[in-house]
């Protein structure tokens, strides 16, 4: 039998619809449910799978629930009454996954996949609506994990189900600390998800995003054929690097070029606890209005975050902490020289000033400070599930002193809240918003993240308390943020935004939260959408929606494989 990877699109579907193979509602009928006609499909165009058993999994099924429960991340969305998938499936092989794509089509499901479930409104393995909705399958590919470093390529081949801590473990041992890559801080997070949609972290503004750094791939189309890119082509290549996770297919493979990384780099922080009122307070205004004049300036390898957070005092009164936050790729002396030429106000010592590798550095950002070893990287359970609501804004110019002065007096309010503001500038300034979705670049400042977390009380109120509060800081922050549209980040998914409606998913309507995410290449992605994917396998309330447009090749006249509209 010739390997599934290499039938064509016709002979898939001759194998899902030939006589020797029943058309979904016949198969169903034949095989007593969805669950024994899904498992036939997969023993049909997976022969290896030696037990499909434990490939397909129904509500009905003990394996269900903790499988499902696996990798939810955010526990609001972990209670029963949250709709669940008809099917959950857990490939082990890339043939596999084809084979669970194939027949979610044939047996008219549509598909969620699932790398970590670190997306934050859960769209990766929840609907919204109970009933009435189409019926949907989550694939799992989190057994798909393996790394492979080729240190003397400077690239690295990551499987969606790896996560950052893993990737980044493989990298500094495959290149003996030479290399490192630029992505985020979780060390959860797998690249599956991470990728797909953009992925900054702290050596953005040096090498710009994760997805910046992508030089190849392999994505599972809806049609269930295995594409790299060169048989994919550039828009779909295009699409798959910042467009958001569940739209076009799933990547089963990621290439990354791999970037140089000193043997030293080194790293500050520091704490400034407000005394409210007083010459303290004055005092931070004026350093936060320094900060946003030059941290997106500063060289691209001096990065210095900020965040804010409640900090109880011993009288049990909140006041504001402020945290600014560094990475340099260098020693402590280049650091201290950089800080006193670009922001003295901070009164950088050596004394403040760590020195460490890459990867501990990453350890660092993550919160382990105390010289931790990189093995701590391959826990997949370092971060704790919680509740929690998450929000994202840009900057575009500086918060003026009324503003600062606001969130400290809201940052307080809300003991689970916190602000994490990180600049942009650098290499993410220098990249044409057109090159990949990811719109925001030159022009954009600071992304500015607000975060609540609260504890297991289920309390609606209770919730809707903490939700009214991020809610409400960034409805307050409307003044301060980029506008025309007010830009978001998909992996900072958030459905407040709007979302796509079960048998109505129109791009006109979705150009409400689309354009927020994406800007102009929203369009773009949405013409893809038509062509890989037009009948939606892949759908969730905040998929791209498919747009086909009447077009007329003008002579010569292409765009990537997309003739343009005229």
Known sequence: MRPFSRLSP????????????????????????????????????????????????????????PLLASTIQNLRFASPQTPRPSLLLTPRTVTEVQASVACCKAHGLTVRARSGGHDYEGLSYRALRPSGGRPFAVIDVAALRTVRVDAARRVARAQPGATLGELYYAVAEGSRGALGFPAGTCPTVCVGGHLSGGGFGPMMRKYGLAADNVVDAEVVDAGGRLLDRADMGEDLFWAIRGGGGGSFGIVVSWTVSLVPVPSVVSAFTVRRLLRRGDKDEQAMLRLLTKWQLVAHALPDDLFIKVAMEPKVNDGGKRRPLVVFKSLFLGNCSGMITQMGIHLPELNIKPSGCREMNWIQSMLYFYGYTNGQPAEVFLDRTLQPKEYYKIKLDYLTSPIPATGLSMLFSKIVEEQGGSIDIDPQGGRMSEIPESDTPYAHRRGYLYNFQYFVKWGSDKNVSYEEKHLGWVRGMHELMTPYVSNRPRAAYINFRDLDLGQNMEGNTSYEEAKVWGRKYFRGNFRRLAMVKAEVDPDQVFWSEQSIPPLVVARRKRKGQRHDGLVLEI
């Not at 619809?17 to 036939?40: K, T």
């Not at 997969?42 to 009905?60: G, I, K, M, N």
């Open 10 to 65: 016709l002979l898939l579907l001759l194998l899902l619809v030939s006589p020797s193979s029943p058309q979904p509602q016949e198969l169903q009928e034949e095989a007593g449910g969805l669950h024994e006609s899904f498992l036939r499909c997969v023993s049909r165009l997976s022969p290896d799978t030696a037990d499909p058993s434990e490939l397909v999994h129904a509500p009905a099924d003990a394996s269900y629930p």
